[in-house]
């Protein structure tokens, strides 16, 4: 099973962008799916969630500016960045749960500078 992230790159504080990931190979039963982020010289942090329901979770950081979707027929989960800030620059991971494996994409570089 392997976890793309697409969808990185650098904007203007004040830009959007959009991220994917994509599931490839054997993979079922999809729980939550989600995205982290982790800057250089800190710790990887939560930054959304969605579950299998729809339901979903943001860091208090990206409330208001940052959505969280998916498509289970893709096997894809999406994360809109509005109204980025520098703050933002980090390389985001997004993550998959299924019952009781945990997988991780490789990552996607998200730069916000003038």
């Known amino acids: 099973v392997q976890l793309q992230a697409s969808g990185g790159g650098l904007v203007q504080p004040g830009g959007s962008l959009r991220l994917s990931c994509a599931a490839s190979?054997?993979?079922?039963?999809?729980?939550?799916m989600g995205w982290y982020r982790q800057a250089p010289g800190k710790q990887r942090e939560l930054v959304a969630i969605?579950?299998?329901?729809?339901?979903?979770k943001y860091d208090e950081s990206v409330k208001g500016r940052f959505t969280t979707s998916r498509d289970n027929a893709k096997r894809t989960v999406y994360l809109q960045m509005n109204s980025l800030k520098p703050e933002d620059t980090a390389v985001y991971y997004c993550h998959f749960a299924t019952i009781g494996l945990n997988y991780w994409g490789k990552g996607t570089q998200v730069t916000v500078s003038s």
């Open positions: 190979g054997s993979i079922f039963s999809i729980d939550g």
């Open positions: 969605i579950s299998i329901g729809g339901s979903t």
